[in-house]
């Protein structure tokens, strides 16, 4: 025992010494990858900033932004050992966008992506097999299965508005409320029939630890909430999975669709080998890759949506008009999807919200070789790279800091004059393949709620803020007193 400790005190200052070369040797490391562009002159060892990111993450992107500036629209920083850079500005973002490539950028979607979502993921797709599996989703997103979704939409929004009401008799956050009948009706779009009640539960249950996981540190160990996130991500998508495999069974039978993995089966199926990446492991990281992408981006728009139309009570007064004008809701018939179509000012409040708090503020990619996005500055290889989809919504149009539906009007056409600036759904070849659907949802959810609901938004300080979790929200999860609108809610019933 003696002789053990003798013989670490002699090794100490040598340890020591070891340890003080890692820890400049990351510094300088640090500072050659950082070069001349904005950023913290002295980096914690090892962990970086993260502590900063993980306590309070709207804090820390902000300064990220403010410290990039408009010139050069860069910042730098250090996380668990990962050297990042934030982008700023649009055009920057544009390069990284336009140049998702083996040799350039690496979508990755989380900065721990890959080891979070595991391998059989969309995102992670490039060249030939990532065009052959979009020409595989073509079929999920036609009028007819655009119109499949729409009902099954306004079943849920309604059985969720009617439970809000009944049970609401004191202020309520709807954070929670809107998760769930996000999940709900991914759930029932995706892969309706073929998840039971007790699948259902679960699905929820490691859906709610893959949330919680993808906001903490990367720590993949038993107890750790990174981990348990890992893990419910892997059975989700063996759940997911199981479904496709249901599904391609039931459209070899020659059953119609009647959800998104039904439309896609359906496809496959018919052809004669079947595709790459057409098995039921694949399909079910895809589907997982879908709902990640519905799930939480939906739940912060209708969140947004909410808190927006009760501070600009103009806007709310003429979607009300618009809507009351198109369907009337006591005929106990659904929303068509030409009548959806007809709500133009509406879509034009969901592209506004969608414009003033882009659910995925950030975009995460990884520099596969060193890239040069400037005369000035080479992104070294390795880097995490974060284009600002936040910060390019601003950028551009008219008067960006006011919510302004009109400006995606006929008369305007912002959505095209300042295109390359609403970044949203992404650019290039990896933008969002479901961003119709998404819309609709959008559109269905503000049509509805507006027109069956009366709502009070209750303030205190600071409740417009935004919190991360993992996508943006009001800080007070949008706190309302919710009452009827109608004197019944309808029955809605499809048209024949």
Not at 224 to 231: D, I, Y
Not at 450 to 474: H, K, M, Q, W
């Amino acid at each position: 025992m003696i002789y053990s400790v003798s013989i670490l005190a002699s090794l100490a200052p040598y340890i020591i010494s070891a340890l003080l070369l890692y820890l400049l040797l990351e510094q300088l490391s640090y500072h050659v990858k950082k070069r001349n562009i904005p950023g913290p002159l002295f980096v914690l060892p090892i962990i970086g900033n993260a502590v900063s990111l993980v306590s309070d993450p709207t804090s820390f992107w902000y300064k990220q932004s403010s410290t990039a500036g408009t010139s050069p629209g860069l910042s730098a920083n250090y996380l668990i050992g990962k050297f990042i850079v934030y982008i700023r500005d649009t055009e920057l973002s544009h390069q990284v966008f336009s140049n998702v490539r083996p040799d350039a950028f690496h979508l990755v979607g989380h900065p721990f992506g890959k080891k979070l979502f595991g391998d059989h993921n969309l995102i992670y797709m490039f060249g030939e097999d990532h065009k052959s599996v979009r020409r595989q989703l073509a079929p999920n997103f036609t009028p007819k299965a655009l119109s499949t979704y729409t009902s099954l939409q306004q079943l849920v929004i309604l059985r969720h508005l009617r439970h809000w009401e009944e049970t609401s008799n004191c202020p309520i956050s709807l954070r929670n409320l809107v998760r769930e009948l996000n999940l709900e009706t991914s759930q029932t779009v995706f892969v309706g029939p073929y998840l039971d009640e007790e699948a259902r539960n679960r699905f929820r249950t490691d859906y709610n630890l893959f949330n919680l996981g993808s906001m903490a540190l990367p720590i993949d160990l038993p107890g750790f909430a990174f981990g348990e996130a890992r893990r419910a991500v892997t059975r989700l998508a063996e759940t997911l999975a199981v479904c496709a495999g249901k599904s391609k069974a039931r459209m070899a039978a020659g059953e119609e669709p009647t959800c998104l993995i039904d439309f896609w089966m359906q496809a496959i199926v018919e052809e004669n080998p079947a595709p790459p990446h057409s098995g039921d492991e694949e399909i079910g990281g895809f589907l997982f890759d879908f709902l990640f992408a519905a799930q939480d981006a939906s739940t912060s728009s209708l969140l947004w949506a909410v808190a927006l139309l009760g501070s600009h009570p103009e806007v709310l007064r003429r979607v009300r008009e618009e809507v009351a004008r198109i369907w009337s809701f006591d005929s106990n018939a659904m929303i068509t999807v030409d009548q959806l179509a007809e709500m133009k000012y509406t879509r034009c409040v969901a592209r506004e919200v969608v414009r003033f708090r882009p659910p995925a503020t950030m975009v995460p990619h990884v520099a596969a070789k060193d890239f040069p996005l400037t005369t000035s500055y080479t992104i070294p290889k390795g880097t995490i790279v974060f284009p600002s989809v936040f910060d390019s919504s601003f950028q551009g149009f008219t008067e960006p800091d006011r919510f302004d539906p009109d400006r995606f009007g006929e008369t305007r056409k912002e959505d095209q004059v300042f295109k390359r600036n609403f970044l949203a759904f992404g650019w290039g070849p990896h933008q969002c393949v479901g961003q119709r659907y998404a819309l609709n949802h959008l559109v269905l959810f503000i049509a509805m709620f507006s027109a069956l609901l009366d709502f009070e938004r209750i303030r205190s300080d600071g409740c417009d803020e935004i919190v991360y979790c993992p996508t943006i929200s009001p800080r007070d999860g949008c706190t309302v007193v919710l009452s009827r609108r109608v004197a019944v809610f309808p029955d809605l019933r499809p048209f024949n």
